[in-house]
């Protein structure tokens, strides 16, 4: 009777430990399906803003140097949202981008003036179709030193100064003082866009000082009270001077309201060319550019917005 009655106790404790261990397998399997559907819905939004929603791939952008501080900050912030992509950005000048271009090299060309006929044609019939994407405006500074008393130049007297026929500081208002002329290398837009605005397609006189990139022809105007130069309003600052300019409508200064509105005479476009209309991650790139995110460093870096 006591044997039997454990036997019976102890087949109940076992079945009890059983259903225990199955209602205890049920919760742990539920609780381990539950926690497997919030780490596969993590998982899964994970992966598709990396496969889908993220950009992946590279692509380069090369040409103007006016362009380039901008691109590359547009670059670093559209890779640190992409960390799939790849931008590599590259200056040389706006003649050096759309030659890459025209032969298949790059993605994106980076102009600060628009492509001449001769170069639509030469991309064409190199199976290439430009397409321009405005990015920014910007406004030409011509500038001085600090210390040079001349605030401001006609069209003329600039014309004068760039082909040659003004020499010296003094028949312009200024010190008696040889005027040093600095000018961007013939690869670059700003050099094709200052010699079509202001000396009217004639040529540059032949002692001008001609520098690699628009730092050096700050550098050198800031360290030297003779000479002058032509740059991006980006690339303005307090080493050098900017003079107000007289288009044939009176004196304007160069600042951002009035490159804004077009009242400065020597305010441009700046664009990219693509081959077509862009697809994949260049066009998600140049998206981002003219997005309300891309055309805020526009302004940062001290350019001016198109959107």
């Not at 205890?24 to 819905?41: F, K, L, M, R, Y």
């Not at 362009?67 to 050096?96: C, H, K, R, Y």
Request: with cysteine; charged share 20%.
């Amino acid at each position: 009777m006591n044997k039997q009655f454990l036997r019976n106790i102890s087949i109940c404790s076992i079945v009890l430990l059983i259903l225990m261990s199955a209602f205890a397998g049920v919760g742990c399997v539920d609780q381990g399906e539950d926690a497997g559907e919030d780490t596969g819905a993590a998982e899964t939004t994970g992966e598709a803003t990396t496969t889908e929603d993220s950009a992946s791939g590279s692509i380069i952008v090369k040409g103007s140097d006016t362009v380039l501080p901008l691109s590359q900050a547009e670059a670093e912030d559209f890779m640190m949202e992409n960390p799939e992509a790849s931008v590599t950005v590259i200056g040389g000048g706006s003649g050096v981008g759309i030659a890459a271009l025209i032969d298949g090299e790059v993605e994106i060309a980076m102009a600060s003036r628009l492509m001449k006929d001769s170069e639509i044609e030469n991309a064409q019939a190199n199976g290439i179709e430009p397409v321009r994407h405005q990015i920014a405006i910007d406004g030409i500074a011509v500038i001085v030193n600090p210390d040079n008393p001349v605030n401001e130049l006609t069209f003329e007297q600039l014309k004068g100064i760039y082909d040659g026929s003004i020499s010296n500081w003094e028949e312009v208002g200024g010190d008696n003082q040889e005027i040093a002329v600095m000018s961007r290398d013939s690869s670059s837009g700003t050099y094709g866009y200052f010699k079509e605005e202001v000396l009217l397609d004639e040529e540059y006189r032949q002692d001008a000082i001609t520098q690699p990139t628009t730092g050096a022809i700050v550098q050198e105007v800031s360290q030297n009270e003779g000479a002058i130069g032509y740059i991006g309003f980006a690339y303005l600052d307090e080493s050098t001077k900017a003079l107000s300019l007289d288009g044939g409508d009176g004196f304007v200064e160069a600042n951002p309201e009035n490159i804004i509105s077009g009242d400065y005479p020597l305010a441009r476009p700046l664009q990219y060319y693509t081959n077509g209309e862009p697809e994949g991650l260049e066009g998600e790139f140049i998206d981002f550019v003219l997005s309300p995110t891309g055309q805020e460093i526009v302004s940062e870096i001290g350019y001016f917005p198109v959107a």
